[in-house]
């Protein structure tokens, strides 16, 4: 009982309630948001722990004769689409005494779980990490989220919002890096032309430019979070039974949705300890073209066992329950060449192919991956594109 309270209030935490929005807004002044430091104005310090598990501050980059502060994150989609131009950002420079730094300023707690349609990993330091290795980061990356009191000085509006400082740590240039998150509808290059002037000597043309993208998470915004947890926890959890018939029907999907269906039992202690993941992955894409179906192998006479468990972990998901004894006619039903052991999770599209499939535990990150891979651009132009990349 204690694994399966712990299990139900990390489900508390990650679920998210139909009525939130599914995206952040794109960044306009918000009531009570710092000020964005003025042009002219001498760098804040910093001392802030970064990926590689040291602390950084502003002395370290003493060196370098332009001094690069990008504002991003991992949960933001325009953030992602702005990965490759940063490390291409550093690679240009590299050798030109310009230091690129990043640092992320949202509270992890603040970022709604509706807000993470688009995204494999959350904004902790561990998850940047992650991200970090994935996309292979060629610059430090830093994280402000604990305090937010780098931020706070700085101002970032959105994600991504960059900060240029001259040899003497003057603010040069703030704003976007460029005029497009889709680059190839990129005309303007605001970033690269105040390196360059400075790097030259030369006044910067253009100073102030707004930051497009996902809203700063200020921690004020943990408010809403909250409410978001408390609505799912409200939800009522639902339980149908599932006939041979049906089952066939949920294997050819006429949902017109991408389909994450897994089989797990009660008595199953792996299907057990993934099952929170399996809500959290529905409430970070259900406002996408996805959706999340369990299916319980229990016995009908078990009913009340599995609604408990359901319960238990306020299952926003569409949940089913065999409406036979015998196991292996529902194997058979579904088809899919699964040999019957549980869990047993498979990724359908919309016409009913096999996308993705394990028995056995599933890997998060993996089938994160997978499913953010094969959804379109519903949202944002260029997501889908993104996850398909490598660089």
């Keep these: 009982m204690i694994i399966r309270h712990k299990a139900a209030l990390c489900l508390a935490l990650v679920l998210s309630c139909a009525a939130i929005r599914a995206q952040d807004e794109v960044a306009h002044p918000a009531a009570g948001a710092p000020p964005i430091l003025p042009v002219g104005s001498p760098a804040p310090d910093f001392n802030l722990p970064g990926i590689d598990g040291k602390l950084h501050n502003l002395a370290e980059y003493r060196a370098a004769k332009v001094l690069v502060l990008v504002f991003t994150c991992n949960h933001c989609p325009v953030a992602q689409m702005y990965e490759k131009r ?9 050798g030109r005494g310009v230091a690129v730094v990043a640092i992320n300023p949202n509270d992890p707690s603040a970022v709604r779980y509706s807000e993470m349609g688009h995204t494999d990993v959350g904004d902790t330091l561990g998850e940047m990490k992650i991200r970090a290795e994935y996309r292979h980061f060629n610059f430090p990356s830093l994280s402000d989220g604990a305090t937010q009191a780098v931020s706070l000085k700085y101002g970032p509006t959105a994600t991504p919002h960059a900060f240029i400082f001259d040899a003497q740590r003057i603010l040069r240039y703030q704003g976007r890096l460029d005029s497009s998150q889709r680059e190839e509808l990129v005309t303007k290059h605001e970033t690269r032309d105040a390196i360059d002037a400075l790097l030259a000597g ?12 996902c809203s700063t998470k200020w921690a004020v915004k943990k408010t809403g979070a909250a409410a978001e947890v408390a609505a799912t926890e409200k939800a009522a959890v639902s339980l149908d039974p599932v006939n041979l018939d049906q089952l066939r029907a949920l294997r050819k999907n006429g949902t017109g949705k991408f389909l994450l269906v897994n089989f797990w039992a009660t008595w199953c202690e792996p299907c057990v300890a993934e099952f929170p993941e399996l809500q959290r992955q529905l409430a970070m894409y259900r406002k996408r073209p996805f959706d999340v ?3 319980s192998i229990n016995t009908p006479d078990e009913r009340s066992l599995v609604l408990s468990f359901l319960k238990e972990q306020h299952a926003g998901t569409r949940n089913l329950l065999f409406d036979f004894n015998d196991p292996a006619d529902g194997i058979a039903a579904f088809g899919t060449d699964w040999a019957g052991g549980v869990p047993y999770t498979v990724l359908l599209s919309p016409e009913g192919e096999i996308l993705y499939r394990i028995q056995g535990a599933i890997d998060p990150l993996v089938v994160r991956r997978t499913i953010l891979k094969y959804l379109p651009d519903d949202h944002y132009i260029g997501t889908h594109a993104y996850w398909n990349s490598v660089f």
């Excluded at 940063?86 to 590299?94: E, R």
């Design 86 to 94: 940063i490390k291409q950002l550093t690679a240009d420079y590299q």
């Design 293 to 295: 179906v369990t299916v």
């Design 202 to 213: 030369k006044p910067v043309a253009v100073q102030n430019t707004p930051a497009v993208g």
